[in-house]
């Protein structure tokens, strides 16, 4: 099994930034498309963005202008920069991929532990 692993999480100030990191534990030959998600207490798991190994990206709404997703295909490495932070951000944010080869297997529907992020306002 791949183990993605967040990073980049913690506490900030409403309007503040962060970036968040991911990246699978072990060499990786490819990854196809890569997303953040993100639950809140009591709420469904959300898609916030993904990008697709040529870089195409989608947003969830309540993001669009202010995160950005991005990806480096050398390092298989997945970012989420996140500006203008507002307290409804508040969520463990969790990385994915879709399919993964590595190990001279196929992977599908990686998750990450999670990371948390707290907004503070």
């Known amino acids: 099994q791949v183990q993605l692993v967040e990073s980049g999480g913690g506490l900030v100030q409403a309007g503040g930034s962060l970036r968040l990191s991911c990246a699978a534990s072990?060499?990786?030959?490819?990854?196809?498309?890569m997303a953040w998600y993100r639950q809140a207490p009591g709420k469904q798991r959300e898609l916030v963005a993904q990008?697709?190994?040529?870089?195409?990206?989608n947003y969830a709404d309540s993001v669009k202008g202010r995160f950005t997703i991005s990806r480096d295909n050398a390092k298989n490495t997945v970012y989420l920069q996140m500006n203008s932070l507002k307290s409804e951000d508040t969520a463990v944010y969790y990385c994915?991929?879709?399919?993964?080869?590595?190990?001279?297997?196929?992977?599908?529907?990686?998750w990450g532990q999670g990371t948390q992020v707290t907004v503070s306002s």
């Open positions: 990008v697709t190994r040529s870089g195409s990206t």
């Open positions: 994915n991929a879709d399919q993964i080869l590595t190990g001279g297997r196929w992977y599908y529907h990686c």
């Open positions: 072990g060499s990786i030959i490819y990854s196809n498309t």
